[in-house]
């Protein structure tokens, strides 16, 4: 019977795969920013700009002071978390990325408002840390600036 219940699994696993590979387009497709990108924009030059940078696929600058503390903050929104290529994350943050978190709005708003509470509560580890000490207090703030980079995503552009 094992071998029967291992080739059921493979099947099911090989069948479930496009539907995984989908999720990023999917999840994208499904994200209506709440915020107010304009008043995002203020909010990531205030707040954001000198640990982050929004710089495109062609390395052009379209938001940010080239920071380097946090990673690139083009196109996350719609999509797995902790991806960023070449980005160092911290352990905690390094270890979202092996779940199937999506930066929703939900997710980024309670992330940039408490980074450490945000991981315990994704990781269900009490000593989860986070590398991003700042914190963006207001809600409608924090759902600005993602408003803000939504806007800034490949064919969301305004």
């Not at 990023?24 to 107010?36: C, K, L, Q, R, V």
């Not at 929703?104 to 992330?111: G, I, K, L, W």
Request: aromatic content about 8%; overall charge negative.
């Amino acid at each position: 019977m094992k071998p029967f219940v291992a080739t059921a699994t493979a099947i099911a696993l090989m069948l479930g795969a496009p539907a995984l590979a989908a999720t990023d387009d999917a999840e994208t497709a499904a994200i209506e920013p709440s915020g107010d990108a304009a008043a995002g924009e203020t909010v990531f030059g205030r707040q954001c700009a000198t640990c982050h940078v929004v710089k495109d696929d062609e390395g052009e600058l379209l938001a940010g002071r080239n920071g380097r503390q946090g990673p690139n903050l083009y196109n996350i929104t719609g999509h797995h978390a902790a991806v960023v290529e070449d980005f160092k994350y911290g352990k905690s943050m390094a270890e979202v990325a092996d779940t199937d978190t999506i930066w929703t709005e939900e997710n980024f708003v309670a992330y940039v408002k408490d980074p450490t509470d945000w991981l315990r509560e994704t990781l269900d580890d009490k000593k989860a840390r986070s590398k991003m000490a700042w914190k963006v207090r207001d809600d409608k703030d924090a759902a600005d600036v993602f408003a803000y980079l939504h806007s800034l995503s490949p064919g969301d552009a305004e």
